[in-house]
Structures are given as structure tokens and as C-alpha cells.
């Protein structure tokens, strides 16, 4: 993954073959202590959503580095070095919890750049045969189109009927029904 300062990405990852990743309540609260810990250094976060075997990110990154203070002496580290020390040590720590070993997620965290309007599709419409372009800044559509795509995917997964019921997403906060995380 490249990370540019200024842009916003999508970040998600899946179970390896589609496995659970979030087995009890408190995991979902520690992988949201992992994102605390390793990626608001270098990022907001946007939206997110955690399914059962998944988990979306919407992210505006600040800094793609930055000086790690360790004893004897400071190191850089990047965002995707954070980012993978996040994903291993929560699977450390369900590893520990199910007993069992080896990698939760899928190789390669994926992180698709919502701002870089060079690799973007605009938006189409079509009316009655005649094409017609739907937005202007298509930069600016496709963030949107991306967060409620994170949203929604409890309710395409049929696990709520409402995406202000899942409890594991930003989604109420952006309603003002939950007080944000």
C-alpha cells in the first residue's frame, strides 16, 4: 500500500477463507483500541465499520511517517509498518483467547485511494438513451458513495435491518445517537 499525505483511503480485510475475526463484544472494543493506538498517529478515521469476519476503514491520512522513541535509539516507522503491527497483535491476542494459531486475516490489507480521481470512474447517468456525467468532482462523490457502502454492509449481510442498529459502526455517531468513539 502507498499512502499519500492529504487523501482519504479505504482500508478493509477479511478473515482468512472468510473466518470469524470478531468472536465476543470485547473484541470489537479491543481491535477499536488497536486503531487508537497504532493508526490515529498517522490518520482520522472517517468511518468504520467491524462485521464478524471483516472490518472496513474509511481513513484521511496526515502523515505517512513519524520518529518512534525506543531505548537505545529512534526509529522511523510508516504507516503501513503501524498498520501491520496493529493486525498482528490483535490476532496475537485472539489467538491466545480461541486457542488456536496462525494468521486471522488475509494476507494484504487492502486500501483502495478515494481522492486520486485519476483511477476513480465517474458517476453516470443515463435518461431516456442520452449519457449524462453526475458529478462534477467526482473526488468528492466518491468518499460518500464509499462511507455508505461501509455503513450499509451490516444490513446487505442481513445481521440488522436498519444500519443505525449495528452497534460495531460509526453510523450512529454521524446520527447523533451514540456519542463518537
Request: proline residues 4%; glycine residues 4%; positive net charge.
Amino acid at each position: 500500500m502507498i499512502f499519500k499525505e492529504g487523501h482519504q483511503y479505504h482500508i478493509y480485510n477479511r478473515g482468512n477463507n472468510s473466518e470469524t475475526t470478531f468472536f465476543t463484544q470485547a473484541n470489537y472494543h479491543f481491535f477499536q483500541h488497536k486503531i487508537r493506538q497504532y493508526l490515529l498517529p498517522y490518520a482520522d478515521v472517517l468511518a468504520w465499520c467491524f462485521m464478524p469476519n471483516h472490518f472496513h476503514l474509511m481513513v484521511q491520512i496526515n502523515q505517512t511517517e513519524r520518529i518512534i522513541e525506543t531505548i537505545p535509539k529512534t526509529k522511523t516507522r510508516t504507516i503501513n509498518d503501524s498498520i501491520a503491527i496493529m493486525l498482528r497483535s490483535y490476532a496475537q491476542a485472539i489467538n491466545k483467547q480461541e486457542g488456536r494459531s496462525g494468521s486471522i486475516f488475509q494476507e494484504g490489507t487492502k486500501a483502495v485511494c478515494l481522492t486520486n480521481n485519476e483511477k476513480i470512474n465517474p458517476s453516470w447517468l443515463t435518461l431516456t438513451g442520452v449519457t449524462a456525467y453526475t458529478q462534477h468532482r467526482v473526488e468528492q462523490m466518491y468518499p460518500v458513495v464509499c462511507m455508505k457502502y461501509i455503513h450499509a454492509n451490516p444490513v446487505k449481510a442481513g445481521l440488522v435491518s436498519n444500519m443505525e442498529k449495528w452497534p460495531h459502526s460509526s453510523y450512529a455517531e454521524y446520527l447523533g445517537i451514540r456519542e463518537s468513539k
